[in-house]
Each structure stands twice: as C-alpha cells, then as structure tokens.
C-alpha cells in the first residue's frame, strides 16, 4: 500500500523542501489553497508511479492529476500549469503527509520558521541615476535583476510571466532620461529582459506544453521591442558615443542562449534597422562579428549576411547562407519582406531564386511550418505581382507550392480562366467532385463542360468501389450528370458505349444496377 511505501523520514525530507520554498511568497497562496483542497477531502486515488514519484486526483472545479517527486520538487507536474509547486501539489503532499504525522502541525512549523520575505524590487527611480551610458545602464539591470532573482525562481514555469510583466515595467518607471536617451534606455531595458527570457527558458525546451508557453512569451515580448525600435523611425539617431557602446549590448542578443535562434537573430536584425545607419557601423560590425570565436557559428554568419543585406549585396548574402547549418527561410523571408514594405521590386526580383532553393530545402527536411511558410511566400509573391504586373511569377510559384498552395492555385486558375488547369489540378490533387464547391462547377459547366467528365468519371468509379448502398445512389446521380453532358454535347454515342461497358464491369453487384433501374439509366 501506498501508506507503508513513504517513510516518514522521506516524507520530513519533502517538508523541508516545501519549507525552503515558502521563502518565496508566491507559494504562500497556492499553500493556503492546496490546505483547504486536502482538508475538504478532494484528493484520492494516491498512487505510487515510480520510486518517490507520487499521482493523485485532486478535485478543484475539474479534475487534476498532480504528480509529486518526493525527491525534486523541480520535477513535480500538473496539467493546471500555475507552477511547479501549485495548490494541487500542495494538496497531495499534505495528504500523504497525514500518514505520517499532523498536518497542522506541519503548517505552523512552516510559518513560525519562515524565512523573511526578500525585500522589494526598487523602481529605478529609488536609484540614483549617473550620467547616460549603456554600460552603466546594464549594470543598474543587472543589480535590479540580482534583487528580482530574491523573490522569483527562474525554474518557475510563470517565470516569463514575472519577467515581462513585473521586472522589466520597473525598469522604465522614472527614469530622469528624456527625448532620445530615453527612447535608448527603454531599448536596452527590453534587449536585457529579452536576454533574461532567453537564457531561462532553454530549460523548458525539451517540454513540449512548457516550450510552447516559453516561446510565445518571448515571441510577445519581441513585440514590445518592436515597439522601442519604431520610436526611433524618422527621429535623429543616438549620439555616436552611446551608439558605439549599443553595438556591443544588441550583438550579445545574438548570443544569448542556444535556444529560440529565429527569435534571438530577429531582434538583432530589428535593432539594427532601427539604430544603425551608414556603412562606417556596418563596416565596425562586420569586423567585430569576424573576430567572433564563439560557438554560434550560424548566428555569426547570418548577422553578417544581414548586414550585407543592409548594404545591398544580395550574391554576398547568398554565399554565406551557403555555410549555414540551419534552415535559411526564415531570414530570407524577413529580409524579402523588407524589400517588399520599402518597395525595392526589381532588387527583389532577383531574390525569388535563393527564396525557392530555401523552401525546398526546409521542405525535404522538416514536416512543420509548411503551411506558414506557404502562406507567407503567397503573401510576398502577391504584393510582388501587384507591382510588378507579372502574372506568370505568381503562377510559377503557385506551381512550385504544390500541394501546399493547392486552394490558392484552384482560385487562381479560375479568376484567370484556365478552367482546364483547374480540372487537372483537382485530379492530380485526387479531389473528388463531391468536394468542389456547386459554384465553380457550374462556372466550368457554362464554359465547357466537356472538362468536367474526368471529374464525374472519377466520382463514380470511387462510389461504385465503395460497396454500399447509399453510395450507389450517389454513382447515379453522377452518371445522369454524365449522361446529360454527353448528350448536349453530341456524343450521346460515347455515353452509351460506356454505359454497357460499366454494366459488364458491375455485372455481380446486384445492388448497383437496382440502383441504375430506379435512375432509368439502364435502357434509353
């Protein structure tokens, strides 16, 4: 049994984790909360998974599962996703402890022994503030972050939560800054943040549900340095002194951590067009990244891709993404839509090539985002077209993103009525007449209707294959399609001819031609 199991000695050993834990106040709530769940008898079902790995349900509104690592509370997990230590946690701990000792005892052991609450995290206006310098800035984040750290767990699954929402808001309030070395300082205060969130968050990479929660976090909090970049559109730059020091600060962005690389290499790339302007900051960059030792190789050579980019040096680009090791989309995508929002259409002209190379490359290799990435090489190509008049491009690619841009094509085909493309589409993409909209059949069927028959011919075949009733009464009603088409188009011969020839090829499956007597299809 699972009360004979737990020892007692083990079971005091958790208390003490969960005591050291309740130093943070955060856990104070969820404690009180997981108290009131055991003592009003919501948790059952305790098993033993694993050594020291403990499961129950625990009733709160709906059911939960906790599981409890005696041994790590780091590793406990419930589906509620409030914390690695939420009232559910709580809640079953105190049901097992109850086995071994009273709880309430417990509880006050925890309060009277207490570790005093960290003090408060001080706004920057508690701090005296020195002259304007990105050095001195980062440092001040650094001490407020030492002094953040007292009362949040980076292991806490909320820990982006309290980052975004908490720590970098008290960053920003009064700040004596103003004007451009305001807009600069609220920069740097996001690129550390940023940093934060990126260093914290690899531990959860390999946790899907917790991976996905991290990365949209930070893909939010990417909207907010956006938002600190577009200060800076149409506003004199920075002067050359905080400039100069910003290089060092945004290219750690890049550096940040092993994980979220699209994300880190986006807010370089975002910084960038937004401080740096002229080819003697892209020239001290370029120099600065090939001196670069690190292990990031991938990150170095795409950052120097992005600043030939920035000098229009589209061939340079392309051989250095030669080396990358990762998929090239992404950073091609951004940099087309660049070109696309500044609207330098002949230099993106001759982009569609390395776009192509690198979609096909991403496609062989990957099974996800394909769709996205469809979608946004459709979006660029559109805009392209548009401009550029070229109908042939937006078809080329069309073709190229099959199967992945088949209902965009089928629209495609018919807005410019190449109905029989159309016809060939849906049976090379095996799409079956009962799938098309009555809309475009109709259109097709006041055009041509002769194009349609491969389509009603395939249908029928598949009804009959099929083997049921209901679906033979559907290969009728497809046949006197056939047969109407045939007649109004003079070839009532060929209908007849096929007619007979299905009935051979049906001749034991009395249900068919049943079917085929009540449609008096069988005799004309």
């Not at 001196?291 to 040096?313: C, T, W, Y």
């Not at 070109?339 to 062989?364: D, H, P």
């Not at 094509?409 to 799938?435: C, N, P, R, T």
Request: glycine share 4%; net charge positive.
């Amino acid at each position: 049994m699972l009360q004979t199991s737990l020892s007692k000695a083990a079971l005091d050993g958790t208390a003490l984790q969960f005591q050291e834990e309740l130093s943070f106040p955060l856990y104070e709530t969820a404690m009180k909360k997981g108290l009131k769940l055991y003592r009003e008898g919501f948790v059952y079902n305790a098993v033993l998974i694993e050594d020291y790995l403990v499961q129950a349900n625990v009733l709160d509104g709906q059911v939960y599962k906790p599981v409890i690592d005696l041994t790590d509370l780091s590793q406990n997990y419930c589906e509620c996703s409030s914390s690695y230590i939420c009232p559910h946690i709580f809640a079953l701990f105190f049901y097992l402890y109850a086995n071994v000792g009273q709880v309430g005892e417990l509880v006050r052991k925890w309060s009277t022994k207490r570790t005093p609450a960290a003090p408060k995290l001080p706004k920057a206006s508690q701090v005296v503030q020195p002259s304007a310098s990105v050095h001195n800035w980062v440092k001040r984040f650094e001490h407020f972050y030492d002094l953040f750290l007292q009362n949040y767990r980076t292991i806490d699954y909320w820990f982006a939560h309290h980052l975004c929402y908490r720590f970098f808001p008290s960053l920003l309030e009064g700040v004596p800054y103003a004007g451009i070395e305001k807009r600069l300082y609220d920069l740097h205060a996001a690129l550390f943040t940023f940093c934060r969130l990126v260093e914290s968050g690899e531990q959860f990479q390999r946790i899907s549900y917790q991976r996905s929660f991290w990365e949209s976090a930070i893909s939010d909090f990417i909207g907010v340095i956006h938002n600190k970049c577009s200060s800076f559109l149409n506003q004199p730059a920075p002067n050359a002194s905080l400039l100069d020091e910003s290089r060092e600060y945004v290219r750690n962005v890049l550096f940040a951590g092993e994980g979220f690389m699209v994300m880190r290499i986006r807010v370089y790339q975002m910084v960038w067009n937004a401080l740096f302007r002229g080819e003697t900051w892209i020239e001290k960059e370029r120099e600065a990244l090939q001196k670069e030792n690190s292990s990031f190789a991938d990150e170095r050579r795409i950052a120097l891709a992005h600043l030939a980019f920035l000098r229009g040096r589209d061939e340079e680009v392309s051989t250095l993404l030669t080396d990358v090791r990762v998929a090239a989309i992404p950073y091609v995508l951004h940099w087309m839509r660049e070109l696309a929002l500044t609207g330098q259409w002949t230099r993106m002209k001759t982009w569609w090539e390395l776009c192509m190379n690198s979609v096909n490359s991403f496609f062989a290799s990957s099974h996800y985002y394909k769709v996205e990435i469809t979608r946004e090489v459709l979006n660029l190509s559109e805009r392209y077209t548009h401009a550029t008049g070229d109908e042939k491009h937006y078809e080329t690619i069309l073709r190229a993103l099959l199967p992945y841009s088949a209902s965009e094509y089928s629209h495609f085909l018919m807005s410019s009525k190449q109905y029989k493309k159309w016809v060939d589409l849906h049976l090379i993409a095996g799409i079956e007449i009962e799938e098309i909209h009555r809309s475009f059949l109709t259109t097709i069927e006041k055009n041509d209707r002769s194009l349609l028959l491969p389509l009603y011919h395939r249908g029928v075949q598949k009804m009959i294959q099929a083997k049921n009733r209901p679906s033979y009464k559907q290969a009728v009603r497809y046949l006197k399609k056939l047969r109407t088409y045939y007649r109004a188009l003079g070839r009532y011969d060929v209908w007849l001819v096929y007619r007979e020839k299905l009935l051979e090829e049906t001749k034991r499956l009395r249900a068919f031609h049943e079917e085929m007597q009540k449609g008096k299809l069988l005799h004309d």
